[in-house]
């Protein structure tokens, strides 16, 4: 949906007094006589120049003070027609014909619903973020009350024998705890990493030439990017 301007929508409206000088310069400057002819240059019409002492005058001209006038009145008429169409401002409503005000209105509720619906997106986008949240820290609270009877199983896992049932009860678990998005890292001989590892012990080894895992104590769990728990190891170190 194309982006309103109303500025722009109401500067083209109709303008009342632009309407009603056209109409009358479109209207003929003066009526003819009765008798459809039109008084020659020069000459004046039977009476208009009749005196009371029945002497005969010339066309009347008008005085020249009236002539300022007229002139005056047509330059400052002007003047305001430019300076209302320079401005570029809304028109008044009292200057707009009925079609215009109707324009008017239209364009102010539109511009009013766009308005609505910007602030509706922005709050379902931040209900959208605020739910996301709240889902993984239900998922977190739950994952960090699990976390002793993960480890225990983890240590029946390494140091005994696990039977079928148990294996497919621990199985279980795990896909359970991946369908929420949670990752269990800590693998013995991976590269060491200070943000996603927790040293409760370093080692010298001889045959190491960077510092790696060596024992996995507690194994390490996540959400994306996010660390639940640090893998607690102990890192084989080079030599000095």
């Not at 009877?149 to 049932?165: V, Y």
């Not at 890292?185 to 370093?202: Q, S, Y």
């Not at 194994?219 to 000095?240: C, E, F, K, L, M």
Request: aromatic share 6%.
């Amino acid at each position: 949906m194309a982006e309103f301007n109303k500025d722009d929508y109401l500067n083209d409206l109709p303008d009342a007094d632009d309407f009603a000088d056209k109409t009358a310069a479109s209207a003929p400057a003066g009526s003819a006589p009765a008798d459809g002819t039109a008084p020659a240059d020069g000459q004046v019409a039977p009476g208009a120049g009749d005196a009371g002492d029945g002497s005969e005058t010339g066309a009347s001209v008008p005085a020249d003070g009236d002539a300022q006038t007229e002139q005056d009145a047509a330059a400052g008429a002007d003047s305001g027609d430019k300076s209302q169409s320079e401005s570029g401002s809304e028109p008044a409503e009292d200057t707009l014909t009925p079609l215009g005000k109707a324009k008017q209105e239209a364009a102010e509720y539109l511009e009013a619903l766009q308005r609505e619906r910007a602030e509706f997106i922005n709050y379902r986008n931040r209900a959208a973020k605020e739910q996301e949240r709240f889902r993984q820290h239900g998922i977190i609270d739950v994952l960090t009350a699990l976390l002793p009877a993960l480890d225990d199983i983890d240590r029946i896992r390494e140091h005994s024998e696990m039977d079928d049932s148990f294996k497919a009860v621990s199985a279980k678990i795990d896909k359970a705890f991946e369908k929420f998005g949670v990752e269990k890292f800590g693998e013995k001989g991976e590269d060491f990493d200070p943000t996603r590892h927790d040293a409760i012990l370093h080692k010298p080894d001889p045959t190491a030439d960077k510092e790696i895992v060596d024992t996995v104590v507690e194994a390490g769990y996540r959400i994306g990017d996010r660390v639940i728990r640090a893998a607690r190891v102990v890192v084989a170190s080079p030599q000095a």
